[in-house]
């Protein structure tokens, strides 16, 4: 499920993924469709991306903490340069 949450912000649902490789592999296909130039109104457009990527926790059930740490995720993504993904761990680093 793709869906836009605000802005230039989107949030995609990947249910029954429980492997970092499988998403990581997922979010370099995304990067790598969006990298390719875009013409419109015979402008050449290039896009980049930051993906933050969290995983549901068994533990906390809230959709509010997957968002937050998807957000955490992302922010890292941002600092670290364009068309950056990064996934949430429980401690993410600076």
């Given at each position: 499920m793709?869906?836009?949450i605000?802005?230039?912000?989107?949030?995609?649902?990947?249910?029954?993924?429980?492997?970092?490789?499988?998403?990581?592999?997922?979010?370099?296909?995304?990067?790598?469709?969006?990298?390719?130039?875009?013409?419109?109104?015979?402008e050449?457009?290039?896009?980049?991306t930051?993906?933050?990527?969290s995983?549901?926790?068994?533990?906390?059930?809230?959709?509010?903490?997957?968002?937050?740490?998807?957000?955490?995720?992302?922010?890292?993504?941002?600092?670290?340069g364009?068309?950056n993904?990064?996934?949430?761990?429980?401690?993410?680093?600076?």
């Amino acid at each position: 499920m793709l869906a836009r949450i605000g802005g230039d912000e989107f949030v995609i649902l990947l249910p029954n993924l429980t492997e970092e490789k499988n998403v990581s592999e997922i979010a370099e296909r995304i990067q790598q469709c969006l990298r390719e130039e875009w013409l419109i109104a015979n402008e050449k457009i290039q896009i980049t991306t930051s993906i933050g990527i969290s995983f549901y926790n068994e533990y906390d059930l809230e959709e509010k903490t997957l968002f937050k740490n998807a957000d955490l995720a992302l922010y890292q993504a941002k600092k670290k340069g364009r068309n950056n993904y990064q996934i949430y761990h429980d401690q993410v680093t600076g």
